[in-house]
Nanobody, 124 residues
Framework: QLQLVESGGALVQPGGSLRLSCTAS????????IGWFRQAPGKEREGVSC????????KYANSVQGRFTISRDNAKNTVYLQMNSLKPEDTAVYYC?????????????????WGQGTQVTVSS
């Protein structure tokens, strides 16, 4: 059974850090493009970061460039999103998703299978 599970979301103060995890079961994450997305209340889902199959290519939204880092741990079948210098505008539900075929992009509709999301709240 295919499953993607996000974890690591929490309430954090501005300037703080979090590491989100996206763990797969039923398939090997390293074989596919993985993306991180977020959706704030009343807003559309937006791409945050993505990583190619071999981890040789990563992409970031302009709003998180230099603050967020995506990485893979193949032994744990997990993709991480390290988030530093968090801002209130980073508050959202964060989702990971897999793209079975194609290149790494930040376009949500190009991804095929999604996790349930984890809440990140940045507030003092």
């Amino acid at each position: 059974q295919l499953q993607l599970v996000e974890s690591g979301g929490a309430l954090v103060q501005p300037g703080g850090s979090l590491r989100l995890s996206c763990t797969a079961s039923g398939f090997t994450l390293d074989d596919y493009v993985i993306g991180w997305f977020r959706q704030a209340p009343g807003k559309e889902r937006e791409g945050v970061s993505c990583i190619s199959r071999s981890a040789e290519r990563t992409k970031y939204a302009n709003s998180v460039q230099g603050r967020f880092t995506i990485s893979r741990d193949n032994a744990k079948n997990t993709v991480y999103l390290q988030m530093n210098s968090l801002k209130p505008e980073d508050t959202a539900v964060y989702y990971c998703a897999v793209r079975w075929m194609g290149i790494a992009t930040l376009t949500p509709f190009e991804y095929d299978y999604w996790g349930q999301g984890t809440q990140v709240t940045v507030s003092s």
